[in-house]
């Protein structure tokens, strides 16, 4: 199980750093990804980072605003964003799973997510 946090409401072109943590004491697998969930729309995959080599893969509409990374003394993965816009707002998750041949997969529990709005 983990737990997101650092969500808010921020303007359009600001920046938020959403943390999450494992429930436990340390991640229960090797990789963790976020997702994020728009009203109305499916949960989409935003970006993995892998806990042992720390390589990390983003969707193409967030490279170059967005960055996971990984702190293993707290057991923490972050996602900063940055130059945030209307389209950015949303539900987001983060969940751990594996990557097999560069794709993220996971049967594990959701969290509850953190809301990020983004205002025009």
């Known amino acids: 199980q983990v737990v997101e946090s650092g969500g808010g409401l921020v303007q359009a072109g600001g920046s938020l750093r959403l943390s999450c943590s494992a429930s436990?004491?340390?991640?229960?697998?090797?990789?963790v990804a976020w997702f994020r969930q728009a009203p109305g729309k499916d949960r989409k995959f935003v970006g993995w980072?892998?806990?042992?080599?720390?390589?990390?893969h983003l969707v193409d509409s967030v490279k170059g605003r967005f960055a996971i990374s990984h702190n293993d003394a707290k057991n923490t993965v972050y996602l900063q964003m940055n130059s945030l816009n209307h389209e950015d707002t949303a539900l987001y998750y983060c969940v751990t799973g594996g990557v097999y041949d560069g794709k993220f997969l996971s049967d594990d529990d959701w969290g509850q997510g953190t809301q990020v709005t983004v205002s025009s």
């Open positions: 980072i892998s806990l042992s080599g720390g390589t990390t």
């Open positions: 436990e004491r340390t991640f229960s697998d090797d990789a």
